[in-house]
């Protein structure tokens, strides 16, 4: 035990003690301090802008928040939950719309990027008493079992088609000089950015392959 010159003897234990409440100690009374120095930074108020579109042949007028997708616009503002919200992340296709006439991932895109454009939902392909030809192409073939990914992989399919009638070519398209035909590989590598966790794969292949005969 070491000893002071005054004669205290403290053992190493106490000392040890008597450190640890020391700066316990001093860490609470520097709490308050640390409090009134740190005041949290106000919030922001969102940065709102006004868009129109026309979406399923309706002019859409939206006053909306910079950062809304438009994934959450359709959903959210416009109550057109037909368009699903899957991944989040642009790898399921599941929120695939048609917008300026291309397919795009709705979850990727911001409203406001489209100002001015044609968008069009599954609900603007057909409606239950009057379905568009690959609707009903889809229920013919059971392209689908939960149906949840079934609106962006229609919408995705239909775009397919257009884009193979437009003579634009894929990864899977043998002569890129030549017009793409919808062969069974062409219409799998075109349909690749849609998932379908109930494996109807095949059937949809079917589905879009019939309307494309018809077509023909």
Known sequence: MPEQDDGFKLTRREALITGAASVAA?????????????????ARPPVMAKVSF???????????????TLLDALR?????????????????????????????????????????DSITTIEGLGTPENLHPMQRAFVRHDGF???????????????????????????????????????????RERMSGNLCRCGAYSNIIDAITEVAGARA
């Open 26 to 42: 001093a860490s609470v009374t520097g709490v308050p301090a640390l409090a009134a120095t740190a005041s949290p930074t106000p």
């Open 76 to 116: 959210e503002h416009l109550r057109l939950t037909g368009t699903k919200k899957g991944c989040d992340h642009g790898q399921c296709g599941a929120c695939t719309v048609i917008a300026g006439g291309h397919r795009i991932n709705a979850c990727l895109s911001l409203a406001v990027m489209h100002q001015g």
């Open 54 to 68: 026309t979406v399923n042949g309706t002019v859409r007028e939206l006053d909306v928040d910079t950062r809304t």
């Open 145 to 187: 079992q939960c149906g949840y990914c079934t609106p962006g992989q229609i919408c995705s399919a239909v775009a397919v088609l257009d884009e193979i009638g437009a003579g634009i070519p894929s990864h899977a398209s043998v002569d890129l000089l030549a017009p793409p035909q919808a062969t069974a590989a062409e219409l």
